[in-house]
């Protein structure tokens, strides 16, 4: 099945869905999964987690490096991570293509304090 994500609330809604369930914002085309079953109670599960007060939250991303060997590869590449590094977010880890003539993925998290009402 079908999910959208809300880049306003973060939350996500069954597809086939052209506004968030949670805050009715307008969800963009491109911003969907294919998930199974089991993702999705996966998802449900995580939803129920509580924070406690007090505890930062981490914020993900995930970019596509460019594999290019060569100049203009790892230059691209370090003017993403370069980038991403003055946005304050870390790069944790890579995601390998199927074969070395995939794209590979770089995987960046930052995080924050939430802020509590009184
Ligand atoms: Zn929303």
Redesign the pocket.
């Known amino acids: 099945m079908r999910i959208y994500f ?1 880049p ?2 973060g ?1 996500y809604s069954l597809g086939p869905a052209s506004q ?1 369930d ?2 009715q ?1 307008v969800l963009p085309d491109d911003s969907w999964a294919d998930v199974t079953e089991e993702e999705l109670s996966q998802l449900e599960y995580i939803e129920e987690l509580e924070l406690p007060p007090g505890l930062p939250t981490w914020e993900y991303d995930v970019v596509k490096l460019n594999t290019e060997s060569g100049v203009n590869g790892i230059s691209y590449s370090t003017e993403v991570l370069n980038r991403m590094g003055e946005k304050g977010w870390e790069l944790i880890n890579i995601l390998p293509g199927d074969d070395s003539e995939d794209p590979r993925y770089g995987v960046f998290k930052r995080s924050w304090v939430p802020d509590y009402e009184e």
């Open positions: 809300c306003e609330c939350g968030c949670e805050c914002a």
